[in-house]
């Protein structure tokens, strides 16, 4: 079981986006029992809240359903998950600065280092942007989710 914990700042757009792609690749694929998949936030100012509307509307025109409600992270999540995956560098830094131990911090990897076919090193944040920052995340999220994917099968053998 590879338990996979997605971290944006709000988390209500990048890893929530993140976790329904993960979530759709791994059911596509049938390996449901064998991943945990989850997403929080760095900030806890949208708790409790669905993801936002324009992310969600972005979602749907690609065939995803996002569900998930934004929690921040806990220190606890470094037990809880074996990879936590920031979306750009001011996240890898937080969450550098929250982790408990050494071995957590070996826990924490960057999304964009997943990507394929993209050559870039952040997922860029959409908040403040228009319709094309939205496609954009999903579009890149989409080429790392499935480079992730294939790196853990690979780790197992199964590739
Ligand atoms: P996210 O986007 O980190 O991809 O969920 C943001 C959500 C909320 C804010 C910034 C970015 N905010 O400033 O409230």
Same mark, same amino acid.
């Given at each position: 079981?590879?338990? #996979?914990?997605?971290? *944006? =700042?709000?988390?209500? *757009?990048?890893?929530?986006?993140?976790?329904?792609?993960? !979530?759709? =690749?791994?059911?596509?694929?049938?390996?449901?029992?064998?991943?945990?998949?989850?997403?929080?936030?760095?900030?806890? $100012?949208?708790?409790?809240?669905?993801?936002?509307? !324009?992310?969600?509307?972005?979602?749907?025109?690609?065939? $995803?359903?996002? %569900?998930?409600?934004? !929690?921040?992270?806990?220190?606890?999540?470094?037990?809880?998950?074996?990879?936590?995956?920031?979306?750009?560098?001011?996240?890898?830094?937080?969450? @550098?600065?929250?982790?408990?131990?050494?071995?957590?911090? %070996?826990? #924490?990897? !960057?999304?964009?280092? $997943? *990507?394929? %076919?993209?050559?870039?090193? @952040?997922?860029?944040?959409? $908040?403040?942007?228009?319709?094309?920052?939205?496609?954009?995340?999903?579009?890149?999220?989409?080429?790392? *989710?499935?480079?992730?994917?294939?790196?853990?099968?690979?780790?197992?053998?199964?590739?």
């Amino acid at each position: 079981m590879s338990r #996979i914990l997605f971290i *944006c =700042l709000g988390n209500i *757009c990048r890893s929530p986006m993140a976790e329904a792609v993960m !979530r759709k =690749l791994v059911k596509e694929r049938g390996l449901e029992a064998k991943y945990e998949i989850d997403s929080a936030g760095l900030i806890s $100012y949208h708790e409790g809240e669905g993801a936002d509307p !324009r992310m969600k509307f972005h979602a749907k025109r690609h065939g $995803y359903l996002l %569900t998930h409600i934004s !929690r921040p992270v806990r220190e606890m999540d470094f037990d809880l998950f074996d990879l936590i995956v920031s979306m750009d560098d001011s996240n890898w830094e937080r969450l @550098h600065r929250l982790a408990p131990t050494v071995e957590a911090e %070996t826990k #924490i990897v !960057r999304m964009t280092d $997943y *990507c394929r %076919t993209h050559v870039i090193d @952040h997922v860029p944040d959409p $908040y403040y942007g228009g319709d094309q920052g939205f496609e954009n995340v999903i579009e890149i999220l989409e080429d790392a *989710c499935e480079g992730l994917l294939e790196e853990l099968e690979k780790l197992e053998g199964k590739v």
